[in-house]
Protein backbone atom coordinates (compact mmCIF):
# COMPACT_ATOMS: atom_id res chain seq x y z
CA UNK A 1 0.00 0.00 0.00
CA UNK A 2 1.20 3.88 -0.52
CA UNK A 3 3.02 5.18 2.21
CA UNK A 4 1.77 8.92 2.55
CA UNK A 5 4.49 11.45 3.23
CA UNK A 6 3.47 15.17 4.18
CA UNK A 7 5.68 18.05 4.20
CA UNK A 8 6.46 20.60 6.15
CA UNK A 9 5.58 19.66 9.59
CA UNK A 10 4.74 23.02 10.82
CA UNK A 11 4.46 26.56 8.61
CA UNK A 12 4.19 29.54 10.41
CA UNK A 13 2.63 32.03 8.02
CA UNK A 14 0.94 35.46 8.06
CA UNK A 15 -2.33 36.25 7.37
CA UNK A 16 -3.05 36.94 3.31
CA UNK A 17 -0.14 35.09 2.55
CA UNK A 18 0.14 31.97 -0.22
CA UNK A 19 0.36 28.98 0.92
CA UNK A 20 1.28 25.43 -0.65
CA UNK A 21 1.21 21.92 1.19
CA UNK A 22 2.74 19.00 -0.29
CA UNK A 23 1.54 15.20 0.24
CA UNK A 24 3.42 12.41 -1.28
CA UNK A 25 2.50 8.89 -2.01
CA UNK A 26 5.34 6.22 -2.15
CA UNK A 27 3.15 4.87 -5.28
CA UNK A 28 0.91 6.17 -7.61
CA UNK A 29 -2.74 6.63 -6.37
CA UNK A 30 -4.23 8.23 -9.56
CA UNK A 31 -6.26 11.33 -8.49
CA UNK A 32 -7.46 9.02 -5.47
CA UNK A 33 -6.62 11.21 -3.26
CA UNK A 34 -8.66 14.03 -0.46
CA UNK A 35 -7.01 16.64 2.14
CA UNK A 36 -9.05 17.25 5.30
CA UNK A 37 -8.52 20.71 7.57
CA UNK A 38 -8.78 19.99 11.28
CA UNK A 39 -8.94 22.21 13.61
CA UNK A 40 -8.31 21.76 17.81
CA UNK A 41 -11.05 19.67 19.32
CA UNK A 42 -13.42 19.92 16.09
CA UNK A 43 -13.58 16.42 13.37
CA UNK A 44 -11.97 16.64 10.40
CA UNK A 45 -13.23 18.89 7.21
CA UNK A 46 -13.56 17.38 4.32
CA UNK A 47 -11.75 20.27 1.45
CA UNK A 48 -10.69 18.70 -1.35
CA UNK A 49 -11.61 14.86 -3.01
CA UNK A 50 -10.28 13.55 -6.56
CA UNK A 51 -6.93 15.38 -6.09
CA UNK A 52 -8.68 19.24 -7.23
CA UNK A 53 -12.05 19.13 -6.37
CA UNK A 54 -13.78 21.46 -3.77
CA UNK A 55 -16.24 19.84 -1.39
CA UNK A 56 -19.15 21.64 -1.22
CA UNK A 57 -19.09 25.07 0.88
CA UNK A 58 -15.52 24.61 0.62
CA UNK A 59 -14.33 28.54 0.04
CA UNK A 60 -12.27 29.16 -3.51
CA UNK A 61 -9.25 30.20 -1.86
CA UNK A 62 -8.74 26.59 -1.42
CA UNK A 63 -7.39 24.65 -4.15
CA UNK A 64 -6.09 21.22 -4.89
CA UNK A 65 -3.44 19.88 -7.86
CA UNK A 66 -1.34 16.55 -8.94
CA UNK A 67 -1.91 12.82 -9.28
CA UNK A 68 -0.06 9.55 -9.27
CA UNK A 69 2.20 10.75 -6.28
CA UNK A 70 2.79 14.32 -5.45
CA UNK A 71 0.20 16.40 -4.44
CA UNK A 72 -0.29 20.22 -4.02
CA UNK A 73 -3.13 21.77 -1.31
CA UNK A 74 -2.86 25.63 -2.43
CA UNK A 75 -4.54 28.40 0.44
CA UNK A 76 -4.73 31.52 -2.12
CA UNK A 77 -4.82 34.03 0.55
CA UNK A 78 -4.55 32.77 4.29
CA UNK A 79 -6.94 33.74 6.97
CA UNK A 80 -6.50 33.63 10.18
CA UNK A 81 -9.59 30.53 10.34
CA UNK A 82 -6.99 28.75 8.11
CA UNK A 83 -5.18 27.82 11.06
CA UNK A 84 -5.40 24.23 11.82
CA UNK A 85 -3.69 20.73 10.82
CA UNK A 86 -4.35 19.51 7.33
CA UNK A 87 -4.35 16.02 6.04
CA UNK A 88 -4.17 14.44 2.70
CA UNK A 89 -5.61 11.10 2.37
CA UNK A 90 -5.60 8.25 -0.54
CA UNK A 91 -8.08 6.54 -1.31
CA UNK A 92 -6.71 4.21 -4.34
CA UNK A 93 -5.43 1.03 -2.34
CA UNK A 94 -8.13 0.00 -0.36
CA UNK A 95 -8.44 -1.66 2.46
CA UNK A 96 -5.98 0.39 3.87
CA UNK A 97 -3.58 0.42 6.97
CA UNK A 98 -2.48 3.88 6.81
CA UNK A 99 -4.33 5.90 4.18
CA UNK A 100 -3.59 9.38 5.78
CA UNK A 101 -0.23 11.19 5.89
CA UNK A 102 0.92 12.47 9.38
CA UNK A 103 -0.36 16.19 8.83
CA UNK A 104 1.06 19.20 8.28
CA UNK A 105 0.69 22.15 11.06
CA UNK A 106 -0.44 25.70 9.89
CA UNK A 107 0.50 27.76 12.72
CA UNK A 108 -0.13 32.14 12.57
CA UNK B 1 -28.91 18.51 5.84
CA UNK B 2 -27.35 14.94 7.10
CA UNK B 3 -26.59 15.14 11.05
CA UNK B 4 -24.29 12.31 12.43
CA UNK B 5 -24.60 11.61 16.67
CA UNK B 6 -22.48 8.97 18.09
CA UNK B 7 -22.90 7.75 21.51
CA UNK B 8 -21.71 5.18 23.84
CA UNK B 9 -19.41 4.45 26.90
CA UNK B 10 -16.41 6.22 27.62
CA UNK B 11 -14.18 4.66 29.92
CA UNK B 12 -13.24 0.68 29.32
CA UNK B 13 -11.10 -1.46 31.22
CA UNK B 14 -7.98 -3.82 28.93
CA UNK B 15 -9.69 -6.31 26.96
CA UNK B 16 -13.29 -5.05 27.49
CA UNK B 17 -15.43 -4.28 24.37
CA UNK B 18 -15.55 -0.82 22.92
CA UNK B 19 -18.87 -0.32 21.78
CA UNK B 20 -20.11 2.97 19.59
CA UNK B 21 -23.02 3.70 17.86
CA UNK B 22 -23.72 6.50 15.27
CA UNK B 23 -27.01 7.95 14.25
CA UNK B 24 -28.20 9.45 11.40
CA UNK B 25 -30.57 12.30 11.05
CA UNK B 26 -31.87 13.45 7.15
CA UNK B 27 -29.88 11.55 5.16
CA UNK B 28 -30.10 8.70 3.51
CA UNK B 29 -27.80 5.79 3.35
CA UNK B 30 -27.44 4.59 -0.16
CA UNK B 31 -24.56 5.86 -2.23
CA UNK B 32 -22.12 6.31 0.89
CA UNK B 33 -19.29 4.95 3.02
CA UNK B 34 -20.54 5.16 6.78
CA UNK B 35 -16.83 5.19 8.39
CA UNK B 36 -15.24 5.00 11.92
CA UNK B 37 -11.62 6.72 12.26
CA UNK B 38 -9.93 7.47 15.09
CA UNK B 39 -7.62 9.92 16.91
CA UNK B 40 -5.00 8.99 19.72
CA UNK B 41 -4.63 11.72 21.68
CA UNK B 42 -2.30 14.45 20.20
CA UNK B 43 -1.94 11.97 17.08
CA UNK B 44 -3.02 11.43 13.47
CA UNK B 45 -5.70 10.13 12.36
CA UNK B 46 -6.60 6.36 12.04
CA UNK B 47 -8.97 4.92 9.55
CA UNK B 48 -10.81 2.00 11.38
CA UNK B 49 -13.61 0.67 8.90
CA UNK B 50 -16.48 1.45 6.50
CA UNK B 51 -20.22 -0.47 5.64
CA UNK B 52 -22.23 0.52 3.22
CA UNK B 53 -26.05 0.48 3.04
CA UNK B 54 -26.07 -3.20 2.13
CA UNK B 55 -24.07 -4.33 5.03
CA UNK B 56 -20.46 -5.12 3.23
CA UNK B 57 -17.66 -3.79 5.32
CA UNK B 58 -13.88 -3.09 4.91
CA UNK B 59 -11.51 -3.03 7.64
CA UNK B 60 -7.92 -1.81 8.51
CA UNK B 61 -6.38 -4.85 8.09
CA UNK B 62 -4.41 -3.67 11.47
CA UNK B 63 -7.78 -4.04 13.70
CA UNK B 64 -9.56 -6.86 11.48
CA UNK B 65 -9.41 -9.33 13.81
CA UNK B 66 -11.40 -6.86 16.24
CA UNK B 67 -13.66 -5.18 14.88
CA UNK B 68 -17.55 -5.45 13.42
CA UNK B 69 -18.84 -2.46 12.01
CA UNK B 70 -22.66 -2.88 11.48
CA UNK B 71 -25.46 -1.04 9.93
CA UNK B 72 -29.54 -1.20 10.81
CA UNK B 73 -30.28 1.21 7.96
CA UNK B 74 -34.25 0.24 9.62
CA UNK B 75 -32.96 2.63 12.62
CA UNK B 76 -30.72 4.89 10.90
CA UNK B 77 -27.64 4.17 12.86
CA UNK B 78 -24.26 2.29 12.50
CA UNK B 79 -22.58 0.95 14.92
CA UNK B 80 -18.79 -0.21 15.63
CA UNK B 81 -17.93 -2.83 18.09
CA UNK B 82 -13.72 -3.36 19.07
CA UNK B 83 -13.28 -6.04 21.58
CA UNK B 84 -10.08 -7.02 23.66
CA UNK B 85 -9.47 -3.53 23.95
CA UNK B 86 -5.41 -2.12 25.39
CA UNK B 87 -4.39 1.12 26.59
CA UNK B 88 -3.38 1.63 22.61
CA UNK B 89 -6.95 1.96 21.63
CA UNK B 90 -7.70 5.17 23.99
CA UNK B 91 -8.80 7.73 21.43
CA UNK B 92 -11.05 9.97 20.13
CA UNK B 93 -13.27 8.30 18.06
CA UNK B 94 -15.39 9.56 15.33
CA UNK B 95 -18.59 8.52 12.73
CA UNK B 96 -18.71 9.83 9.32
CA UNK B 97 -20.61 9.67 6.25
CA UNK B 98 -18.35 9.48 3.06
CA UNK B 99 -18.64 10.38 -0.27
CA UNK B 100 -15.32 9.07 -1.22
CA UNK B 101 -13.57 5.46 0.50
CA UNK B 102 -11.53 6.96 4.12
CA UNK B 103 -13.04 9.89 5.28
CA UNK B 104 -16.02 12.10 5.48
CA UNK B 105 -18.04 15.34 4.49
CA UNK B 106 -20.20 15.03 7.17
CA UNK B 107 -18.96 13.69 10.86
CA UNK B 108 -19.98 12.77 14.50
CA UNK B 109 -19.13 15.06 16.90
CA UNK B 110 -16.29 12.39 18.43
CA UNK B 111 -16.47 10.26 21.73
CA UNK B 112 -12.92 10.02 23.53
CA UNK B 113 -12.68 6.30 24.89
CA UNK B 114 -10.06 5.72 27.46
CA UNK B 115 -9.05 2.21 28.05
CA UNK B 116 -7.14 1.94 31.80
CA UNK B 117 -7.36 -0.31 34.70
Known amino acids: EPVMTQSPVTLSVSPGERVTLSCRAS??????LAWYQQKPGQAPRLLIY???IRATGIPARFSGSGSGTDFTLTISSLQSEDSAVYYC???????????FGPGTKVDF | QVQLQQWGAGLLKPSETLSLTCAVY????????WTWIRQPPGKGLEWIGE???????NYNPSLKSRVIISIDTSRSHFSLNLSSVIAADTAVYYC???????????WGQGTLVTVSS
Open chain 2, 96 to 106: ARGIIRGGGNR
Open chain 2, 26 to 33: NGSFSGFF
Open chain 2, 51 to 57: VDHTGST
Open chain 1, 27 to 32: QSVGSK
Open chain 1, 50 to 52: GAF
Open chain 1, 89 to 99: QQYNDWPPVAP
